[in-house]
């Protein structure tokens, strides 16, 4: 599979021409073209969440403590106290106890290396930068970390197979898919795409 530096670097330069070619068609202006490069790169990335031993797995929840707690701090500025001190406390506890149980549940390349999760993922990361960031565009948002996401599957599958011996490696098929081999997280994982869809299409 390809490993951290290669998923950031490929869905950065997909990023990057894709935002180019719309910046000089005029169909977006320099700031959202920035946005989309980022996003995608972000995409590229989180494919891997699944996997607890991974870089990507420790950014992302320390990025989530770092996004919470900012938000609520903001929230809450006007009246800053020990209570508030509390509550940045319990969401950061609250992500960190989210990891673990993340992890213990999660395994790499189950259903989270998957075209419904890939959606689901897309539509609520794109829906809280909406809600949070309201300068960044809905639908670029979304396009652009379902670009990242599918980049990495495919790069995981083209990684499968071995050119020089001209076959098909174990991990063949494990990454780009539409369910996982149990009937329950494959359940989940559409009814959480098909809920984000409905949040997107409400917010559109």
């Known amino acids: 599979m390809a490993n951290f530096k290669t998923h950031v670097v490929v869905a950065g330069v997909v990023g990057a021409g894709t935002a180019y070619v719309m910046i000089t068609s005029g169909v977006i202006n320099f700031s959202t073209g920035i946005e989309i490069t980022f996003l995608t790169m972000l995409g ?5 969440v699944d996997a607890g031993n991974s870089r990507i797995n420790r950014m992302v929840f320390v990025w ?20 508030t001190a509390y509550g940045a406390a319990i969401i950061a506890g609250g992500i960190v106890l989210s990891r ?9 390349r189950g259903i989270y ?8 993922s897309a539509c609520l990361i794109g829906l809280i930068l909406h809600d949070n960031f ?28 071995n ?27 559409y009814m959480v795409a098909l809920i984000s869809l409905i949040m997107v299409y409400v917010q559109l």
């Open 134 to 161: 309201v300068a960044i565009n809905l639908s670029y948002s979304i396009l652009a970390i379902f670009m990242g996401f599918i980049i990495h599957l495919l790069l995981d599958e083209l990684y499968s197979i």
């Open 113 to 120: 290396h998957s075209i419904p999760v890939a959606i689901a």
């Open 163 to 189: 050119i020089a011996g001209m076959r098909l490696k174990k991990s063949f098929g494990t990454a780009l898919k539409f369910r996982s081999s149990e009937l329950i997280p494959t359940v989940l994982a």
């Open 44 to 48: 590229g990335l989180l494919p891997d």
């Open 64 to 83: 989530l403590i770092c996004l919470l707690d900012g938000i609520y701090l903001i929230t809450e500025l006007h009246t800053l106290s020990t209570k």
């Open 100 to 108: 673990v149980g993340f992890n213990n549940f999660t395994v790499h």
